[in-house]
């Protein structure tokens, strides 16, 4: 098979959970654990870190890939799913996997993919962890997949274990309550490890307290670790409680949600750049060069007349943070392109809108897509102005006949309408 034979064998043959929904899902180890058989077990010989969570992995991930990269670690990062090109999801400093070790590394164990039949999630972060031992990383950063005890990427043993926050996500598969989501997402702790857990939840801390004590790791609370002494425009400052010093960034993603995470970003890179023996006299500096990661979607800033603002927020909780920031801005009029797909608990995403929005409702191009004229009506019955379009591209063209100068643009809901207004837009400007 070619590069885009090989690429086609991925997304039909293997059962894909962005596409297909909880059908798609392998929950535990057993697959990947043969898959890694296969390829000698390349999990063995790279330091890793992991990332879980509800919100935030991602941008976490990145962030520390980012003050790796500056401090000259050669790192490895896994992050799904994908916006545009698959490639994204394998990346080490930066540059998306080849297509030619793509090809190379399906076609090597064909056979043996085929009867282990893993799920899609499973052969990619297989590759990825082939492809960084292949490349002799000094680092792995792993992001979770879904939830995290029954999660493929928990076969590593990390250094660290950083968990961002805990929400409402996923509850068909990790349970109704926040203690029984946070059970699952503690999964990921280890022996022996350093846990660090980026955002305190009182109602929920024991749960990692009580595992961490269980498997002898150290527990650290990020919030009580990095005291953010200022935040202005760009500009972040922070001190350590390790070190007492003071320490400046600037951030180039500006909403609050975003640097809520920042504490947990800071305290797992300083261990890991302890267990380095990294000196440096601005070691977080590296921060500011995320986007060279590959970052993108994260309150990302398309436009300032009209301003767009994309974001693939998901649930509740990314909704309530993303409104608290366009309630900071002063528009004439706020259009809020969303759509998404059809696991998520719109009733309730709904009832936080603001009634003053103008919502463009649309549904991505993917079979699990939440069909517009369903969105729609949970719209009326909570009497929220909106329009309704079969795509987003539909969606995409309304609004760029209508938009003023001085009006604000905001796009998510989903990965996948965000990815599709990215290409709409690219192809237009």
């Known amino acids: 098979m070619d590069y885009n034979e090989t690429i086609k064998f991925l997304y039909d043959q293997l059962p894909v959970y962005q596409n297909s929904g909880n059908k798609a899902l392998n929950l535990g180890l057993d697959k990947i654990q043969k898959l890694l058989i296969e390829f000698n ?12 969570g509800t919100n935030g992995k991602g941008s976490s991930a ?34 998306k996997v080849e297509k030619s070790f793509i090809k190379e590394f399906i076609n090597k164990k064909l056979k043996k993919i085929k009867k282990i039949s893993p799920s899609f999630f499973e052969i990619t972060f297989a590759m990825s962890l082939y492809y960084f031992k292949k490349n002799k990383v000094d680092l792995a ?43 699952e997402k503690a999964g990921i702790i280890k022996e022996n490890s ?10 929920i801390e024991n ?43 600037n951030s180039t993603i500006l909403s609050n949600y975003y640097l809520e995470n920042i504490p947990g970003v800071i305290l797992t890179s300083y261990f890991i750049l302890k267990s380095f023996k990294i000196k440096n006299k601005e070691p977080f500096k590296g921060i500011e060069y995320i986007k060279e990661t590959g970052l993108r979607g994260r309150w990302e800033i398309l436009s ?4 767009v603002i994309c974001d693939i927020c998901h649930n509740i909780d990314a909704f309530n943070e993303i409104i ?35 919502y ?38 309304y609004i760029n006949s209508i938009a003023k100068k001085n009006d604000l643009i905001f796009v998510g809901g989903s990965l996948f309408v965000v990815s599709e207004f990215f290409q709409e837009w690219e192809r237009k400007n």
Request: glycine share 6%.
């Open 41 to 52: 077990n390349p999990e063995k010989f790279l330091k890793i870190i992991h990332i879980g």
């Open 360 to 397: 463009l409702l649309c549904q991505p191009n993917i079979e699990r897509k939440m069909n517009v004229s369903l969105l729609s009506k949970i719209f009326r019955y909570h009497n929220l102005n909106h329009k309704n379009f079969k795509s987003t591209s539909l969606a995409f063209n």
């Open 207 to 249: 749960v990692f307290i009580n595992k961490s004590k269980k498997l002898n790791s150290k527990i650290y609370f990020a919030d009580k670790e990095v005291q953010i002494v200022n935040k202005k425009n760009k500009e972040i400052n922070f001190s350590l409680t390790f070190n007492k010093k003071l320490y400046s960034i």
């Open 304 to 307: 300032e007349k009209p301003k």
């Open 62 to 95: 990145h962030s520390i890939a980012a003050i790796c990269q500056y401090n000259n670690l050669k790192t490895g990062l896994y992050t799904s799913p994908h916006l545009f090109d698959f490639r994204e999801r394998i990346r080490v400093n930066g540059k």
């Open 324 to 358: 608290a920031e366009l309630n900071k801005m002063n528009f004439k009029k706020v259009y809020f392109i969303v759509g998404g797909v059809n696991s998520k608990d719109w009733e309730n995403i709904i009832k936080i809108l603001p009634k003053n929005y103008y």
């Open 141 to 183: 950063i792993i992001e979770v997949g879904l939830g995290g005890r029954l999660d493929s990427t928990n076969v590593v043993n990390p250094l660290i274990s950083l968990i961002t926050n805990i929400g409402f996500d996923h509850k068909e598969i990790l349970g109704s309550s926040l203690n029984k989501i946070a059970n």
């Open 194 to 203: 350093i846990v660090i857990i980026g955002k305190r939840q009182k109602e």
